[in-house]
């Protein structure tokens, strides 16, 4: 009776759906469909559709406008892909993620009285991985040459007229640019002035970015020049970023600024082709990367909420939102301690984390009318055949595993140290920074084209304020905070060098029938997989537009493990109960969530901007999605 109650907590807008209007329109297209992060870095898309060039030129033409752009990102970050191949009807992984450098160990940051490693700069560094990811992507499936899917970064690095959210965010991480040469040399274009950064609508110019860019096509010529093939060409310019003089230079300035990545560390830097993590959602099958990514979690929720009548419940009443949280929070948890870099040992437990019998024990754990406070990492291992290796270290963590039941064991709590560093309003008066870390950005590129390609990146790193390496032009990445120091909190991503950390980037495709359903991404740090599962929940249970569904209202958790942020585990403790939702959020659902235990806050926005594409196989058609929050933007034909 309980649950029909809360499922009755529902609005009018809820019962018509279908009918709801979008403040931007759907796109449309039957060629092509180029969304991303930036008008400019959409009509790059558009303009290498154009030149003849398939999705995968498009999406390359689009990262690096982005990265130019500093989209939340710059061209010394990360990429992180999932490629729809229609020749081979497979989907393919790329991970071109950084790896820790020399000297990158748990112990060098302890030493620092650092719990993870910092959030800023030249210690923050990963190697980059976007070049080579960029390069590998158009090598292998594009048809263009990196001269022409350049050709409108270049452009842009020349000059272009800057958008308000990127030149405010410069001035308002002024004090930290400063502390770098080389970044103050490029982003404050007025200094001494009262407004030190750039205005908006003002040329932009990037003089160090550009030649760099012109190194990199100056390599792909000669090499064609030389008789290469067109990959080997595009592979000579990868080289001379990773190898040559662009290496150098960037060591260099890294170095002198106090950073630990060396020319060994770029010159035996590998990006990986892997086969994506998948299941099956009511016949659509849901593709991930692997437990480098935050994206297995996404599938774990899928699992979990598999054994619950969703749609019965209602879009956003009490109930959904209740069953939606608690999925969310036990995958999780499971992220938080057992995800890490597969190329390096321990295994994960990533068999029994996605096998639908685990799911089910999990779904058993779920309360209906109650916030589980104390949602730990379930036991995947027995769904593997084997036994739990770290049954002490969840033991100090303050979590037990209770094996009493064996059809439904679960982790009790020991003593109170998961609280202990708890979620208390108003605690260290930093609510709104702790807001602003789960919701870190940055953007997201889905490309598609009438031959069958698709492609969907969440690129990041090297974000504003950037420590820029020399004279490079290039801002090194920042993903170094996303590992642990502390094997208590997860032993499979204690930084070391050469290892990846666990990054919250998490591009998605989804098939059915055996043919491209859906491409989407978003971004937002740890609100990424909470807002794309909501995004696909939107679309399958309760048919709603691809852009009604990037547009809808979302929750957020905040019981978990910030994976950026702050240095400390208080900063980056959960904070259970906690809660965002929207503003609008009827009250008799408010109240039904305040009596099972929540903490409950608002905002206008609850989801960073989906981008999205859907295939209309009846029409031959495809539809583009793209949030109203931000400035992404989309173009089709």
Excluded at 273 to 282: A, G, I, S
Excluded at 415 to 431: E, L
Aim: proline share 6%; hydrophobic share 35%; with cysteine.
């Amino acid at each position: 009776m309980k649950r029909l109650l809360l499922a009755g907590c529902l609005t009018a807008a809820t019962l018509t759906i279908a009918a709801q209007q979008t403040q931007k329109p759907p796109l449309h297209g039957k060629h092509w469909m180029a969304i991303t992060g930036k008008p400019l870095a959409a009509t790059a898309g558009s303009i290498t559709f154009q030149k003849g060039g398939n999705a995968v030129d498009a999406a390359c033409a689009m990262l690096a406008a982005t990265c130019t752009m500093w989209d939340v990102l710059s061209w010394g970050g990360e990429t992180q892909a999932l490629i729809y191949n229609p020749q081979t009807k497979k989907v393919i992984g790329i991970n071109a993620l950084g790896v820790a450098p020399t000297g990158a160990t748990a112990a060098h940051f302890k030493g620092q009285g650092l719990d993870f490693p910092p959030e800023f700069g030249p210690q923050a560094a990963v190697t980059p991985g976007t070049p080579a990811g960029l390069c590998h992507m158009l090598a292998e499936y594009g048809t263009l040459s990196l001269k022409e899917v350049l050709a409108p970064a270049m452009q842009l690095a020349a000059g272009y007229p800057i958008e308000a959210q990127t030149a405010n965010s410069i001035e308002r991480g002024k004090a930290r640019i400063k502390e770098w040469p080389y970044s103050k040399a490029v982003f404050l274009t007025h200094p001494g002035e009262k407004r030190e950064a750039p205005e908006a609508g003002e040329i932009f110019v990037q003089k160090d970015l550009l030649a760099t860019l012109e190194k990199m096509v100056e390599a792909e010529q000669q090499a064609l020049k030389q008789k290469k093939s067109r990959k080997e060409a595009i592979y000579a310019a990868a080289d001379r970023f990773y190898k040559g003089d662009i290496a150098k230079e960037f060591v260099r300035g890294c170095q002198e600024q106090g950073g630990l990545i060396t020319l060994q560390d770029l010159s035996t830097y590998k990006i990986h082709v892997e086969e994506p993590m998948h299941t099956n959602y009511k016949g659509i099958e849901v593709y991930k990367l692997s437990q480098w990514t935050q994206g297995p979690m996404m599938l774990q929720s899928l699992n979990i909420l598999e054994n619950f009548n969703l749609k019965a419940m209602g879009y956003n009443s009490a109930a959904y939102i209740h069953t939606v949280y608690q999925a969310m929070n036990l995958a999780f948890a499971d992220r938080d301690f057992y995800y890490g870099d597969p190329y390096f040992p321990p295994a994960e437990p990533m068999q029994g984390l996605l096998s639908k019998a685990y799911a089910q024990q999990r779904a058993k754990l779920i309360s209906a009318d109650k916030n589980d406070a104390m949602a730990g990492p379930g036991d995947p291992y027995p769904f593997e055949g084997k036994s739990n290796p770290y049954l002490e270290l969840l033991k100090k963590r303050g979590l037990l595993i209770d094996t009493s039941s064996r059809s439904n064991p679960q982790f009790v709590p020991s003593h109170d140290v998961r609280n202990s560093n708890a979620y208390i309003p108003g605690r260290y008066n930093q609510d709104s920074i702790y807001q602003d870390r789960l919701w870190r950005g940055t953007t997201s590129v889905e490309a598609a084209d009438e031959s069958g390609w698709v492609v969907s990146i969440t690129p990041s790193g090297g974000w504003i304020p950037a420590c820029i390496a020399g004279k490079t032009g290039v801002g090194m990445s920042q993903r170094m905070q996303s590992f642990v120091t502390n094997p208590e909190l997860n032993p499979f991503n204690v930084v070391e060098p050469g290892k990846r950390p666990r990054v919250t980037l998490t591009p998605t495709l989804a098939l059915k029938d055996g043919k491209p359903f859906l491409s989407f991404a978003v971004q937002g740090g740890d609100t990424q997989d909470q807002n794309l599962l909501q995004f696909f929940l939107n679309m399958v249970e309760f048919g709603m537009t691809v852009q009604q569904a990037a547009e809808a209202a979302n929750i957020n958790s905040n019981q978990l493990w910030l994976s950026l942020g702050g240095t400390s585990e208080k900063e980056r403790a959960p904070r259970p109960g906690h809660l965002l939702l929207k503003n609008t959020t009827p009250e008799p659902v408010r109240e039904a969530l305040k009596k099972m235990g929540y903490t409950l806050s608002f905002d206008d926005r609850t989801s960073g901007p989906v981008n999205a594409i859907w295939f209309d196989w009846k029409h031959g058609s495809f539809w583009g999605g793209s949030s109203n929050h931000g400035e992404d933007y989309g173009i089709g034909w």
